[in-house]
């Protein structure tokens, strides 16, 4: 463990839960139930390792396609954790912060994301990073729709002569969150479902064959020390 190689960000698609639970004949619901206590393990874990951002898909924007029970059961969940979890998060000094459109979410969501991130924001062991109505492709869209916002014509057309990519990273949800070093996916699918599109595009990937609710601390740190053993080379020759 001493020689592990800590990846500063870490990005992970929670995904296995509805099938955790098919396989013990129990409702879906019962698996994000479980995963909620998953994600907490694992911020910890990734706190005692050392890493410094820690981004989990809660929820894409693709998933409201799913039956209203399931979304509302989601939804709930999500505002209970906020209530539930803000001692641990004031005892473990994490900040949240959130990724993804407020558009869809009830008032009352919103106005408790908000207080967690202010009661949070100046806790420094580690920024927890919900991705919750998050599509990459919409952010990229929306960053597009900032960059534009309250300018001349004139004025667009000289943000965009100048536009660099580290320039564009200003604009996304993630402006001042360094890039994953590696994501994580569980349930053994290899995909990555409109996550973190431009973010990742020189992360390292890890898929674990493990549906998220039996995701474990000791999984946590096998694939940071895959990670570990990949020579990243963004390209050039090392
Ligand atoms: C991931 O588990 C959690 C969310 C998408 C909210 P799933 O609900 O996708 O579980 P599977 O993939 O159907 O097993
Ligand atoms: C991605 O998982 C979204 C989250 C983990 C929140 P999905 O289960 O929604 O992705 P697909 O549908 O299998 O691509
Ligand atoms: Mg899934």
């Given at each position: 463990?001493?020689?592990?190689?800590?990846?500063?960000?870490?990005?992970?698609?929670?995904?296995?839960?509805?099938?955790?639970?098919?396989?013990?004949?129990?409702?879906?619901?019962?698996?994000?139930?479980?995963?909620k206590?998953?994600?907490?393990?694992?911020?910890?874990a990734?706190?005692?390792?050392?890493v410094?951002?820690?981004?989990?898909?809660?929820?894409?924007?693709?998933?409201?396609?799913?039956?209203?029970?399931?979304?509302?059961?989601?939804?709930?969940?999500?505002?209970?954790?906020?209530?539930s979890?803000?001692?641990?998060?004031?005892?473990?000094?994490?900040?949240?912060?959130?990724?993804?459109?407020?558009?869809g979410?009830?008032?009352?969501?919103?106005?408790?994301i908000?207080?967690?991130?202010?009661?949070?924001?100046?806790?420094?062991?580690?920024?927890?990073?919900?991705?919750?109505?998050?599509?990459?492709?919409?952010?990229?869209?929306?960053?597009?729709?900032?960059?534009?916002?309250?300018?001349?014509?004139?004025?667009?057309?000289?943000?965009?002569?100048?536009?660099?990519?580290?320039?564009?990273?200003?604009?996304?949800?993630?402006?001042?969150?360094p890039?994953?070093?590696?994501?994580?996916?569980?349930?053994g699918?290899?995909?990555?479902?409109?996550?973190l599109?431009?973010?990742?595009?020189?992360?390292?990937?890890?898929?674990?064959?493990?549906?998220?609710?039996?995701?474990?601390?000791?999984?946590?740190?096998?694939?940071?020390?895959?990670?570990s053993?990949?020579?990243?080379?963004?390209?050039?020759?090392?």
């Amino acid at each position: 463990m001493k020689d592990l190689k800590i990846p500063q960000h870490i990005a992970i698609v929670m995904d296995g839960n509805g099938r955790w639970a098919g396989k013990r004949h129990l409702p879906r619901i019962m698996g994000h139930r479980k995963g909620k206590e998953t994600a907490r393990q694992v911020t910890s874990a990734c706190s005692e390792l050392g890493v410094k951002f820690l981004t989990l898909f809660a929820f894409s924007r693709e998933n409201w396609k799913r039956p209203k029970l399931e979304v509302n059961f989601l939804m709930k969940l999500l505002e209970h954790a906020i209530d539930s979890e803000l001692e641990y998060l004031k005892r473990e000094e994490i900040r949240v912060m959130t990724i993804g459109s407020s558009e869809g979410l009830s008032e009352r969501l919103i106005r408790k994301i908000r207080r967690t991130t202010e009661l949070t924001k100046d806790h420094k062991r580690i920024n927890l990073v919900v991705a919750l109505n998050y599509g990459g492709r919409q952010e990229i869209i929306n960053s597009i729709r900032r960059l534009a916002s309250g300018k001349s014509p004139e004025d667009i057309q000289q943000t965009i002569d100048a536009l660099t990519p580290e320039v564009f990273d200003g604009y996304l949800d993630t402006a001042g969150i360094p890039d994953p070093d590696l994501v994580i996916r569980t349930s053994g699918e290899m995909r990555l479902s409109n996550f973190l599109l431009w973010q990742s595009s020189y992360s390292e990937w890890v898929v674990s064959p493990k549906f998220w609710p039996d995701f474990t601390r000791e999984d946590l740190i096998d694939a940071v020390a895959e990670y570990s053993e990949r020579n990243r080379r963004y390209g050039g020759l090392r």
